[in-house]
């Protein structure tokens, strides 16, 4: 135990109190027990690289290229997208992948190369390999965007005669990747220090941080291996496709280092086991994304409501509670669309059930809520009691939905309800049953779900807080251990209760977001910070987990606004939701003894802020929800760092505190206390304060008023943005473009929250003498009404 797993386990034990507390100690022996009894200690291991190439078989999209003691099958797909895959290992099964795996390039050829290596030729992206094992991913002209050393292997004892591992999937190994020495990096899921990704060492381990997490904490929640590397040569993502437990070493490079040569930046990728196989899209930024969400799914599009103002709070009450927080909200003016439950609705804290006590008539509440425009919207967690005469548990055991362990029995942890056990999400037998425990949420009236410690969490006195390493699960019919299953098993749950959903109410899209997750996730819905620790350390580490999961993939997330773990001070708690104003999931959450979250709790001048927040969200809802189904269609992520169209400029690569809503807006967060004024690193371009109307040109740095107020949005010039309408209906809002420069925007109307797909409106705007002319694009009337601010100036 290191001394970030001592201080991790202290606070979980603080948190839980005594009595879970000892159970926690009993369950981390036998979890450790458990592992002992079915691991052997490492015995004699053989290391083992490539050897040299011997030969090659053309295949569609590429190839394989056999070395003394490897094969690499490289293969092209049809969007340009890099399959590589050592030791026979291909692209299915994958956790990841949506659906089948995508069509090869036809026109992709394997033909030899220079001193005995390969190539892989195609329209898009050149890819070579040494005679050694080194592979080079290029783009058409030949620029090298990364460099895959010779990996390296730790094999078992027993191989066969080529020297590879009886048993694929056993081996340690270690890959070494070197970039461009001004390379940055981005990515790996949510991390709280970032969201550009320093020189360090990430696990890659879904692990609940025992308590609220600061900064320094790593990993957390929801890691994925997928990095996106941005570069003067261009961009990439790579995605390792391996769910086991790994660490990833970044070290930035040096232009010019030591003789004046550049020194590369690099990555190191230790795994404990599983396929070395990954993926490697090129291209600017929109362009990979987009292929990442080709390649691994549509992000699920939230319902409108959903992208709302939502209250949340460990500790209601009981339903007179939250009555008195609606009718607070309604009878301030303040808008609210949705509630959100906590662990303290469920009778004991049993899944699936009802404190009868608190909330008697939890259906009534809902239908009252819903006719006034605010839904309800569960927690779910995966652990059952493991107690003869619960409901779930009795249907579980008698689905043999549990996760168990070699010899067959149910392997058992403790979390809020005790002794519990753990559906096995991995079999999609289980998750069918699972999907159905749902009917009884919405019987209760509920919108919506959340998925929390789905890590899994087993609380831990020492140790990983999660289950045995050698508890067994299904894995589609493979069969394994919890070594390989661990990381997905958010996402499976949140695939469960997605499907379920959809078949429980096909008519409507699921609302559904899980603290946990893995490569994929997008596909069932989004995610939050989970326990981020009150202060400005933990607000600034929000912004950062939005952008690093959005180029992830995952576009719809945000944090508990105001910090989980503590009461803020008035002005954290507004800045706090005041930057929560411009992101995808608007939430205000709170332990059970950190204090209210509702704004009139502090004080009427907050309150006054917090009203304007609310007001601007409400005005920005269409832009949102262009936004989301933009997302649905490309990729592209609501919230976007600054350098998304111009990942050339390195002053934006390395700029933090600030983040682009789409491609029209600007938003500069105060992010540390006390301040009313700060700079802003503007793109190139026109830009325009939003609450001033006063021009900025760009590329470079101004300094902008930020009272507490407010804080700073600027427009970009040109830009056409959907705004809500005084009459309640949509309109355009135009930013009077630059002389001689045209501008553009786009508008998805609302056509409810059902499957319907609407069409994309597509507008420009242009000068024309002292007036703006916005114009339909492929002609007819603009069709709604159109108001240009910016010519004042």
Same mark, same amino acid.
């Given at each position: 135990?290191?001394g970030? $797993?001592?201080?991790?386990?202290?606070?979980?034990v603080?948190?839980?109190g005594?009595?879970?507390?000892?159970?926690?100690?009993?369950?981390?022996?036998?979890?450790?027990?458990?592992?002992?009894?079915?691991?052997?200690?490492?015995?004699?291991?053989r290391?083992?690289?490539?050897?040299t190439?011997?030969?090659?078989?053309?295949?569609?999209?590429?190839?394989?290229?056999?070395f003394?003691?490897?094969?690499?099958r490289?293969?092209?797909?049809?969007?340009?997208?890099?399959?590589c895959?050592?030791?026979?290992?291909? #692209?299915?099964p994958?956790y990841?992948?949506?659906?089948?795996?995508?069509?090869?390039? #036809?026109r992709? *050829?394997l033909?030899?190369?220079?001193?005995?290596?390969?190539?892989?030729?195609?329209?898009?992206?050149?890819?070579?390999?040494?005679?050694?094992?080194a592979?080079?991913?290029?783009?058409?002209?030949?620029?090298?965007?990364?460099?895959?050393?010779?990996?390296?292997?730790?094999?078992? /004892?027993?191989?066969?005669?080529?020297?590879?591992?009886?048993?694929?999937?056993?081996?340690r190994?270690?890959?070494?990747?070197?970039?461009?020495? $001004?390379?940055?990096?981005?990515?790996?899921?949510?991390?709280?220090?970032?969201?550009?990704?320093?020189?360090g060492?990430?696990r890659?381990?879904?692990?609940?941080?025992?308590?609220a997490?600061?900064?320094?904490?790593?990993p957390?929640?929801?890691?994925m291996?997928?990095?996106?590397?941005?570069?003067?040569?261009?961009?990439h @993502? *790579?995605?390792?496709?391996?769910?086991?437990?790994?660490r990833?070493?970044?070290?930035e490079?040096?232009?010019?280092?030591?003789?004046?040569? %550049?020194?590369?930046?690099?990555?190191?990728?230790?795994?404990?086991?599983?396929?070395?196989?990954?993926?490697?899209l090129?291209?600017?930024?929109?362009?990979?994304?987009?292929g990442?969400?080709?390649?691994?799914? /549509?992000?699920?599009?939230?319902?409108?409501?959903?992208?709302?103002?939502?209250? /949340?709070?460990?500790?209601f009450g009981?339903?007179?509670e939250v009555?008195?927080?609606?009718?607070?909200y309604?009878?301030?003016?303040?808008?609210?669309s949705?509630?959100h439950?906590?662990i303290?609705?469920?009778?004991?804290?049993?899944?699936?059930?009802?404190?009868?006590?608190r909330?008697?008539?939890?259906?009534?509440l809902?239908?009252? @809520?819903?006719?006034?425009?605010v839904?309800?919207?569960?927690?779910v967690?995966?652990?059952?009691?493991?107690?003869?005469g $619960?409901?779930?548990?009795?249907?579980?055991?008698?689905?043999?939905?549990f996760?168990r362990?070699?010899?067959?029995?149910?392997?058992? &942890?403790?979390?809020?309800?005790?002794?519990?056990?753990?559906?096995?999400?991995?079999d +999609?037998?289980?998750?069918?049953?699972?999907?159905g425990?749902? +009917?009884?949420?919405?019987?209760q009236?509920?919108?919506?779900?959340?998925?929390d410690?789905?890590?899994?969490?087993?609380?831990a006195?020492?140790?990983?807080?999660?289950?045995?390493?050698?508890?067994?699960?299904?894995?589609?019919?493979?069969?394994?251990?919890?070594?390989?299953?661990?990381?997905?098993?958010? @996402?499976?749950?949140?695939?469960?209760?997605?499907?379920?959903?959809?078949e429980?109410?096909?008519e409507?899209r699921?609302?559904?977001?899980?603290?946990?997750?893995?490569?994929?996730?997008?596909?069932?819905?989004?995610?939050?910070s989970?326990?981020?620790?009150?202060?400005?350390?933990?607000?600034?580490?929000?912004?950062?987990?939005?952008?690093?999961?959005?180029?992830c993939?995952?576009?719809?997330?945000?944090?508990?606004i105001?910090?989980?773990?503590?009461?803020p001070?008035?002005?954290?708690?507004?800045?706090?939701?005041?930057?929560?104003?411009?992101l995808?999931?608007f939430?205000?959450?709170?332990?059970?003894?950190?204090?209210?979250?509702?704004?009139?709790?502090?004080?009427?001048?907050?309150?006054?802020?917090?009203?304007?927040?609310?007001?601007?969200?409400?005005?920005?809802?269409?832009?949102f929800?262009?936004?989301?189904?933009?997302a649905?269609?490309t990729?592209?992520?609501?919230?976007?760092?600054?350098?998304?169209?111009?990942?050339? %400029?390195?002053?934006?690569r390395?700029?933090? %505190?600030?983040?682009?809503?789409?491609?029209? @807006?600007?938003?500069?967060?105060v992010?540390?206390?006390?301040?009313?004024?700060?700079?802003?690193?503007?793109?190139r371009?026109?830009w325009?304060?939003? +609450?001033?109307?006063?021009?900025?040109?760009?590329?470079?740095?101004?300094?902008?008023?930020?009272?507490?107020?407010?804080?700073?949005?600027l427009?970009?010039? &040109?830009?056409?943005?959907?705004?809500?309408?005084?009459d309640?209906?949509?309109?355009?809002? *135009?930013w009077?473009p630059?002389?001689?420069?045209?501008?553009?925007?786009?508008v998805?109307?609302?056509?409810?929250?059902?499957?319907?797909?609407?069409?994309?409106?597509?507008?420009t705007?242009?000068?024309e003498?002292?007036?703006?002319?916005?114009?339909?694009?492929?002609?007819? +009337?603009v069709g709604?009404?159109?108001r *240009?601010?910016?010519?004042?100036?």
């Amino acid at each position: 135990m290191d001394g970030r $797993d001592l201080v991790r386990s202290v606070r979980m034990v603080k948190a839980v109190g005594p009595a879970q507390g000892l159970r926690s100690v009993r369950m981390a022996w036998q979890r450790r027990k458990a592992d002992a009894q079915a691991f052997a200690r490492r015995g004699t291991e053989r290391a083992r690289v490539p050897g040299t190439a011997s030969g090659a078989e053309p295949q569609p999209g590429g190839g394989l290229i056999h070395f003394a003691r490897s094969s690499l099958r490289v293969r092209v797909a049809s969007g340009g997208a890099v399959f590589c895959g050592w030791d026979g290992a291909e #692209p299915e099964p994958s956790y990841a992948l949506a659906g089948a795996c995508p069509e090869v390039d #036809p026109r992709a *050829v394997l033909e030899p190369d220079t001193e005995g290596g390969w190539r892989v030729v195609s329209e898009r992206v050149l890819v070579t390999v040494s005679r050694h094992g080194a592979v080079e991913v290029r783009t058409p002209g030949g620029v090298t965007l990364r460099r895959e050393l010779p990996p390296r292997w730790w094999d078992p /004892a027993g191989t066969v005669a080529d020297g590879r591992p009886e048993g694929c999937g056993v081996s340690r190994w270690i890959q070494r990747s070197e970039v461009a020495a $001004d390379a940055r990096f981005f990515g790996l899921g949510g991390r709280a220090h970032g969201p550009r990704l320093r020189e360090g060492v990430y696990r890659l381990w879904n692990t609940d941080p025992g308590g609220a997490f600061v900064p320094g904490d790593d990993p957390l929640s929801l890691t994925m291996p997928v990095q996106l590397v941005v570069a003067d040569a261009g961009t990439h @993502l *790579v995605f390792h496709d391996n769910s086991w437990d790994g660490r990833a070493t970044l070290r930035e490079g040096a232009e010019g280092a030591g003789s004046g040569h %550049d020194r590369p930046g690099s990555c190191e990728l230790r795994m404990d086991g599983g396929p070395l196989r990954y993926w490697v899209l090129l291209g600017p930024p929109s362009r990979v994304l987009a292929g990442w969400t080709a390649l691994t799914g /549509a992000p699920a599009l939230p319902p409108r409501w959903a992208l709302g103002h939502q209250h /949340a709070r460990w500790g209601f009450g009981g339903q007179d509670e939250v009555r008195r927080v609606v009718a607070g909200y309604r009878e301030r003016g303040l808008p609210l669309s949705a509630v959100h439950l906590d662990i303290d609705h469920f009778d004991r804290n049993r899944v699936f059930t009802v404190d009868q006590e608190r909330y008697p008539d939890l259906p009534g509440l809902a239908r009252e @809520l819903r006719a006034e425009g605010v839904r309800l919207v569960s927690i779910v967690d995966p652990a059952v009691k493991a107690a003869p005469g $619960d409901a779930v548990y009795e249907g579980g055991a008698a689905a043999g939905a549990f996760v168990r362990d070699a010899l067959g029995r149910e392997v058992r &942890g403790v979390v809020w309800p005790g002794e519990s056990v753990y559906p096995d999400f991995t079999d +999609a037998r289980v998750r069918k049953w699972w999907g159905g425990l749902y +009917a009884e949420r919405l019987a209760q009236g509920f919108a919506g779900v959340w998925h929390d410690m789905n890590e899994p969490v087993s609380f831990a006195a020492f140790g990983e807080p999660t289950l045995p390493r050698s508890a067994r699960h299904a894995l589609e019919g493979r069969g394994g251990d919890h070594r390989e299953a661990h990381n997905v098993y958010g @996402l499976a749950m949140a695939r469960a209760g997605y499907e379920g959903l959809c078949e429980l109410r096909p008519e409507e899209r699921p609302f559904l977001f899980s603290r946990s997750g893995w490569a994929g996730l997008q596909r069932y819905g989004g995610t939050w910070s989970g326990d981020v620790a009150t202060g400005w350390p933990g607000l600034r580490a929000s912004l950062s987990l939005v952008l690093g999961l959005g180029l992830c993939g995952v576009p719809y997330s945000g944090p508990d606004i105001g910090g989980f773990s503590a009461e803020p001070s008035r002005e954290l708690y507004l800045r706090w939701f005041q930057l929560g104003a411009y992101l995808p999931l608007f939430r205000t959450h709170s332990a059970v003894r950190a204090g209210r979250r509702e704004p009139w709790e502090y004080g009427s001048e907050v309150l006054e802020h917090a009203r304007a927040a609310l007001s601007e969200r409400e005005r920005l809802l269409p832009y949102f929800q262009t936004l989301g189904q933009l997302a649905r269609l490309t990729g592209a992520p609501y919230v976007r760092p600054l350098w998304w169209n111009a990942p050339r %400029d390195r002053e934006l690569r390395d700029c933090e %505190d600030a983040f682009l809503l789409g491609d029209g @807006l600007l938003v500069a967060p105060v992010l540390a206390g006390g301040v009313t004024r700060r700079s802003v690193r503007l793109p190139r371009g026109r830009w325009y304060d939003t +609450a001033t109307g006063r021009a900025y040109e760009g590329p470079g740095r101004v300094v902008v008023d930020a009272p507490l107020s407010r804080i700073p949005v600027l427009a970009r010039a &040109g830009a056409v943005l959907p705004v809500a309408g005084a009459d309640g209906g949509t309109e355009l809002e *135009v930013w009077a473009p630059a002389a001689g420069r045209r501008g553009a925007g786009m508008v998805v109307p609302d056509v409810g929250d059902g499957w319907r797909r609407p069409e994309v409106e597509r507008f420009t705007s242009r000068l024309e003498g002292d007036s703006v002319v916005v114009e339909r694009q492929g002609g007819g +009337a603009v069709g709604y009404p159109v108001r *240009v601010r910016g010519l004042d100036i």
